[in-house]
Nanobody, 121 residues
Framework: QVHLGESGGGLVQRGGSLKLSCVVS????????MAWFRQAPGKEREREFVASINFSGNGKHYGDAVKGRFTISVDKAENTVYLQMNSLKPEDTAVYYC????????????WGRGTQVTVSS
């Protein structure tokens, strides 16, 4: 069973920065494509795509709302995926979830429990 442990959330002012971490355990890190999603207050049925990256670190994709402000990266030695968030806005306030999708075995995915990010105005 793959376990995803997020950390790094918190309260920050508009324009500030935070760096989220997601440590992957219980599985082969190289087998998974990693991503971050977020769920804003009042949108309990909707998780918004934030960013994704493959194991090699070459294939990166971002949601339109965060392009140019957020950066996703991986540390293969530490089995960790990061999300550097800069120029934060109040609308970035959400619970951020780490997601792992197996690259070969279909319909095999895992979610972390989430970390809260709150951006004050």
């Amino acid at each position: 069973q793959v376990h995803l442990g997020e950390s790094g959330g918190g309260l920050v002012q508009r324009g500030g920065s935070l760096k989220l971490s997601c440590v992957v355990s219980g599985g082969a890190f190289a087998d998974y494509a990693m991503a971050w999603f977020r769920q804003a207050p009042g949108k309990e049925r909707e998780r918004e795509f934030v960013a994704s990256i493959n194991f090699s670190g070459n294939g990166k994709h971002y949601g339109d709302a965060v392009k140019g402000r957020f950066t996703i990266s991986v540390d293969k030695a530490e089995n960790t995926v990061y999300l550097q968030m800069n120029s934060l806005k109040p609308e970035d306030t959400a619970v951020y979830y780490c997601h792992a999708e197996h690259q070969v075995i279909t319909m095999t995915e895992f979610w972390g429990r989430g970390t809260q990010v709150t951006v004050s105005s």
